[in-house]
Protein backbone atom coordinates (compact mmCIF):
# COMPACT_ATOMS: atom_id res chain seq x y z
CA UNK A 1 0.00 0.00 0.00
CA UNK A 2 1.18 3.46 -0.78
CA UNK A 3 2.42 5.98 2.01
CA UNK A 4 0.44 8.15 3.53
CA UNK A 5 1.04 10.91 6.23
CA UNK A 6 -2.16 12.61 8.39
CA UNK A 7 -2.78 14.88 10.82
CA UNK A 8 -5.03 14.42 13.78
CA UNK A 9 -6.22 17.10 16.61
CA UNK A 10 -5.47 15.84 20.56
CA UNK A 11 -8.83 15.46 20.94
CA UNK A 12 -9.06 12.84 18.04
CA UNK A 13 -11.13 14.94 15.63
CA UNK A 14 -10.25 16.18 12.33
CA UNK A 15 -8.38 13.67 10.92
CA UNK A 16 -6.95 14.78 7.63
CA UNK A 17 -4.68 12.72 5.13
CA UNK A 18 -1.64 15.75 4.02
CA UNK A 19 0.64 13.15 1.51
CA UNK A 20 -0.30 10.59 -0.58
CA UNK A 21 2.53 8.36 -2.45
CA UNK A 22 2.03 6.54 -4.98
CA UNK A 23 3.02 2.90 -5.20
CA UNK A 24 6.65 3.90 -7.10
CA UNK A 25 7.49 7.18 -4.27
CA UNK A 26 10.53 6.45 -2.23
CA UNK A 27 10.45 6.06 1.52
CA UNK A 28 9.81 9.33 3.67
CA UNK A 29 10.24 10.79 6.97
CA UNK A 30 9.06 14.33 9.04
CA UNK A 31 11.92 15.66 10.42
CA UNK A 32 10.49 18.41 12.28
CA UNK A 33 7.45 21.43 12.48
CA UNK A 34 7.72 24.71 11.88
CA UNK A 35 7.01 26.45 15.00
CA UNK A 36 4.23 27.70 14.05
CA UNK A 37 2.92 24.46 13.00
CA UNK A 38 2.14 25.40 9.31
CA UNK A 39 4.69 23.21 8.06
CA UNK A 40 6.64 20.10 8.12
CA UNK A 41 10.64 19.79 7.09
CA UNK A 42 10.58 15.91 5.66
CA UNK A 43 13.86 13.85 4.42
CA UNK A 44 13.04 12.22 1.03
CA UNK A 45 14.62 10.52 -1.73
CA UNK A 46 14.97 11.79 -5.96
CA UNK A 47 14.45 9.66 -8.37
CA UNK A 48 17.96 8.78 -8.56
CA UNK A 49 18.01 8.26 -4.41
CA UNK A 50 19.99 11.49 -3.11
CA UNK A 51 18.44 12.31 -0.56
CA UNK A 52 16.57 15.72 -0.59
CA UNK A 53 15.34 18.13 2.49
CA UNK A 54 11.88 19.49 1.78
CA UNK A 55 9.06 22.36 3.19
CA UNK A 56 5.70 20.56 3.16
CA UNK A 57 2.53 22.02 3.73
CA UNK A 58 0.16 20.70 6.25
CA UNK A 59 -2.57 23.06 4.99
CA UNK A 60 -2.25 21.82 1.58
CA UNK A 61 0.54 18.67 1.09
CA UNK A 62 2.86 20.72 -1.37
CA UNK A 63 6.33 20.39 -1.13
CA UNK A 64 9.43 22.15 -1.85
CA UNK A 65 12.47 20.93 -2.03
CA UNK A 66 15.09 23.49 0.04
CA UNK A 67 18.57 21.28 -0.56
CA UNK A 68 19.39 17.77 -1.93
CA UNK A 69 22.62 15.84 -1.69
CA UNK A 70 25.19 14.56 -3.85
CA UNK A 71 27.06 12.63 -0.76
CA UNK A 72 26.06 12.27 2.74
CA UNK A 73 23.09 12.19 4.55
CA UNK A 74 20.46 13.71 6.15
CA UNK A 75 20.38 13.60 9.49
CA UNK A 76 18.07 16.06 11.60
CA UNK A 77 17.09 19.69 10.74
CA UNK A 78 14.60 22.38 12.52
CA UNK A 79 13.15 25.53 11.58
CA UNK A 80 14.22 28.92 13.27
CA UNK A 81 11.39 30.37 15.65
CA UNK A 82 10.77 33.00 12.79
CA UNK A 83 10.20 30.64 10.24
CA UNK A 84 12.97 32.23 7.48
CA UNK A 85 15.92 29.75 8.03
CA UNK A 86 16.66 25.87 8.31
CA UNK A 87 19.45 24.37 10.36
CA UNK A 88 20.71 20.80 8.94
CA UNK A 89 22.93 18.47 10.37
CA UNK A 90 24.73 16.11 7.15
CA UNK A 91 26.47 13.00 8.10
CA UNK A 92 29.33 11.40 5.93
CA UNK A 93 28.33 8.14 4.13
CA UNK A 94 29.47 5.52 4.95
CA UNK A 95 29.65 6.77 8.43
CA UNK A 96 32.66 7.88 10.39
CA UNK A 97 34.93 8.77 6.64
CA UNK A 98 34.59 12.18 7.16
CA UNK A 99 33.30 15.53 8.92
CA UNK A 100 29.58 16.01 10.23
CA UNK A 101 28.93 19.53 9.73
CA UNK A 102 25.61 21.94 10.24
CA UNK A 103 24.00 24.34 7.49
CA UNK A 104 21.32 27.07 8.02
CA UNK A 105 19.54 27.86 4.49
CA UNK A 106 16.66 30.16 4.07
CA UNK A 107 13.39 29.16 3.57
CA UNK A 108 12.81 30.69 0.63
CA UNK A 109 15.60 29.61 -1.28
CA UNK A 110 19.05 30.52 -1.73
CA UNK A 111 23.04 29.21 -0.95
CA UNK A 112 23.32 26.84 2.90
CA UNK A 113 25.98 28.23 4.82
CA UNK A 114 27.93 26.29 7.00
CA UNK A 115 27.61 26.95 10.82
CA UNK A 116 30.02 24.37 12.45
CA UNK A 117 31.75 21.23 11.62
CA UNK A 118 32.91 17.92 13.55
CA UNK A 119 35.53 15.30 13.19
CA UNK A 120 33.65 11.79 13.24
CA UNK A 121 33.87 10.28 16.12
CA UNK A 122 32.57 6.72 17.33
CA UNK A 123 29.33 6.91 18.61
CA UNK A 124 26.44 9.25 18.99
CA UNK A 125 28.40 12.23 19.83
CA UNK A 126 26.99 14.92 17.83
CA UNK A 127 23.32 16.07 17.24
CA UNK A 128 21.44 19.06 16.40
CA UNK A 129 18.83 19.63 18.93
CA UNK A 130 16.81 22.96 18.30
CA UNK A 131 17.02 26.91 17.93
CA UNK A 132 16.78 28.78 20.99
CA UNK A 133 13.35 30.66 21.38
CA UNK A 134 15.27 33.88 20.68
CA UNK A 135 16.46 32.52 17.41
CA UNK A 136 19.97 33.60 18.18
CA UNK A 137 21.86 30.00 18.81
CA UNK A 138 21.41 26.62 17.70
CA UNK A 139 21.41 24.20 20.56
CA UNK A 140 24.13 21.39 19.94
CA UNK A 141 25.11 17.93 21.55
CA UNK A 142 29.12 17.27 21.20
CA UNK A 143 31.71 15.73 23.01
CA UNK A 144 34.40 18.15 21.84
CA UNK A 145 35.41 18.81 25.05
CA UNK A 146 36.14 15.52 25.52
CA UNK A 147 32.56 14.75 26.95
CA UNK A 148 29.31 14.98 26.39
CA UNK A 149 27.87 18.31 26.76
CA UNK A 150 25.41 20.97 25.51
CA UNK A 151 26.76 23.86 23.22
CA UNK A 152 24.95 26.67 21.46
CA UNK A 153 26.31 28.08 18.34
CA UNK A 154 25.63 31.83 17.70
CA UNK A 155 23.97 32.49 14.19
CA UNK A 156 22.81 35.93 13.06
CA UNK A 157 20.66 36.19 10.30
CA UNK A 158 21.22 32.52 8.92
CA UNK A 159 25.31 33.02 8.90
CA UNK A 160 27.76 31.40 11.74
CA UNK A 161 28.42 34.67 14.30
CA UNK A 162 30.82 33.69 16.76
CA UNK A 163 32.27 30.11 18.40
CA UNK A 164 30.23 27.46 19.99
CA UNK A 165 30.10 28.30 24.31
CA UNK A 166 29.73 25.63 26.47
Known amino acids: ?4 LAVIR ?14 RSTSFGVVNWSWDNRF ?17 S ?3 GKSRELVSLETGTFDSAAFSPNGRFVAYRVLPTPFLTGVERIFVIPVEGGEPRMINEQP ?16 RYLATVSRRSGKTALYLLPVNAGRPAGAPIF
Open 1 to 4: RPSF
Open 10 to 23: TDGAGYREVIHDDE
Open 40 to 56: WLMIRQSDNGAPRLVVV
Open 58 to 60: IAN
Open 120 to 135: PLPGPVHRLLDWTFDG
